[in-house]
């Protein structure tokens, strides 16, 4: 039998709680949210806008093994396993703590950071490291105060590889975190211009994020990306800690060097360089910031000593999902349109990355390519400047109409030459009419904002209008 997750005596040992009820059900999982909770998991409750443990009775309905508690609650039955500590995210970092310490010595942890990528780069690296050994990764982007210890709670204790995904908002908020980690491997997959409201420049950011070498172990590997423009920075912080850099991207020196990019079909292929192998690869997610983002993976596998060819062989295996770059085909009078539905959040560096996907679809006379996008938010003082010096890119990609949404986006529009002009409207809904009456059948269609700004409206608004 495989051992469970944790026994409530290690629970007990690694919180300092004190267990009332009994103390022999095993625990198979970690919850915080009775919505989703599983039989046999920990409850955990925390606190945001309602205390959780409101809802503790209810994930014993549920069938939880046990919860951790700060205070009396009411119980279903008597025999529910209650494990009093002072407080609950407090233990959840102590059990996280644990499981880190627990692993086996030749296990690898990564831990992964950055700008935009984070999510993206650790599903490549759960796909790679599965493919050559037991791994373990949050299914979700589970990467703050709670999401991380979170993930590493529920760190099975044989796996041969585990992966963390560290966001920040703040400076000061990665460092607690990577020390919980305690990563081999750090990777910073870039540095860009994204929740700038909250830094007084792109260099602060950067200096948040090389927060993530204070983690490394001795001896550690700092994973960088050489085309960025924060490189030396970051490679700076990583020296001064005796990290060992290893680089990747177009840069002649990367030690993970992209030799090639090329659009195959709805995905991409890359061939790159690794020490003295040359690989190659396809990728089923498009995109060139995709690519760079694997060989940080690549240099993962490598670095770990791992079967770099049989890692890299699973990334064909990933698909974009909703929000983050599906492709759908919908039925328009006459035929149908595709669109890429990049909906669920935006950033320049991610705008700026979609719009060049999209110019590499390919185009002809009955094929148009068409760009809706809304306002980019948290971005501070320099927004308009960033909403307007997209214009760039949507020239570069060949956009040949664009149809923006929200106050920032006016900037662009009027950036625009008159001939790439769709429309401009203050409201989603207004922008969502106008598309639907542009749509002709064979465009491409690619729908991008900031999750506030709704433009998963624009989809819902052409699906409505054309499906039977
Ligand atoms: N290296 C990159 N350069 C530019 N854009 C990128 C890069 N990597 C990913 N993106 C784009 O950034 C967006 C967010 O990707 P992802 O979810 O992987 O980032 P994240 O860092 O996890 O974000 P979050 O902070 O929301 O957790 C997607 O639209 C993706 O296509
Ligand atoms: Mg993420």
């Keep these: 039998m495989t051992e469970p997750l944790w026994t409530i005596d290690e629970i007990v040992k690694a919180t300092g709680g004190r267990v009332k009820g009994p103390a022999t059900r095993a625990v198979t999982g970690i919850s915080i949210d009775t919505r989703t909770i599983q039989s046999g998991d920990l409850f955990v409750p925390l606190s945001d806008k309602r205390d959780g443990h409101d809802f503790v009775a209810g994930a014993f309905d549920k069938g939880a093994a046990a919860a951790l508690v700060s205070r009396n609650v009411q119980l279903p039955n008597a025999d529910a396993t209650l494990i009093r500590v002072s407080d609950p995210l407090t233990a959840l970092e102590d059990l996280a703590r644990e499981a880190r310490r627990r692993l086996k010595p030749d296990a690898v942890v990564i ?56 966001g920040m908002n703040h400076p000061g908020e990665i460092t607690p975190l990577a020390k919980m980690v305690s990563p081999q491997i750090a990777i910073i997959t870039t540095v860009e211009p994204v929740h700038l409201e909250f830094f007084s420049s792109v260099e602060q950011i950067a200096e948040a994020k090389a927060e993530i070498f204070y983690g490394l172990e001795p001896g550690g590997i700092a994973v960088l990306n050489a085309d960025n423009a924060y490189f030396s920075l970051l490679r700076d912080r990583a020296t001064r800690v005796n990290a060992q850099v290893l680089s990747f991207g177009r840069a002649a020196d990367a030690d993970v060097h992209l030799d090639d990019y090329t659009v195959q079909g709805s995905g991409g292929h890359v061939s790159a360089t690794v020490g003295d192998h040359d690989i190659s690869y396809a990728l089923e997610i498009p995109g060139v910031h995709v690519a760079q983002n694997s060989l940080a ?89 960033l909403h307007a010096g997209l214009s760039e890119s949507v020239e570069t990609a060949a956009i040949d109409l664009v149809f923006l949404s929200g106050p920032h986006m006016q900037k662009l529009f009027e950036q625009l030459p008159d001939a790439t002009r769709g429309a401009w409207a203050n409201d989603v809904e207004d922008i969502a009419d106008a598309v639907v009456a542009a749509l002709h059948p064979g465009d491409v269609v690619m729908i991008k904002g900031s999750l506030g700004s709704r433009m998963a409206h624009v989809l819902a608004a052409i699906r409505n209008k054309f499906s039977d």
């Design 111 to 166: 831990a992964v950071t950055g700008s935009v990528g984070k999510t993206g780069t650790k599903d490549m690296l759960r796909a790679c490291f599965s493919a050559v050994g037991k791994t373990h990764a949050a299914a979700k982007s589970f990467n703050n105060h709670w999401g991380v210890p979170l993930t590493l709670a529920t760190t099975p204790r044989d796996v041969d590889a585990a992966i963390y995904e560290i």
């Design 297 to 385: 993976v690549i240099a993962a596998l490598h670095a770990s000593g791992r079967d770099v060819m049989k890692g890299a062989k699973a990334l064909s295996g990933l698909k974009p999902v909703a929000g983050r770059g599906a492709r759908e085909l919908l039925k328009v009078p006459g035929g149908e349109v595709l669109v890429i539905d990049e909906s669920y959040n935006a950033n320049p560096a991610s705008m700026r990355a979609a719009l060049s996907v999209l110019g590499d679809v390919p185009r002809d006379e009955h094929r148009r390519r068409l760009a809706i996008l809304g306002d980019m938010l948290e971005l501070g003082a320099d927004s308009d400047a």
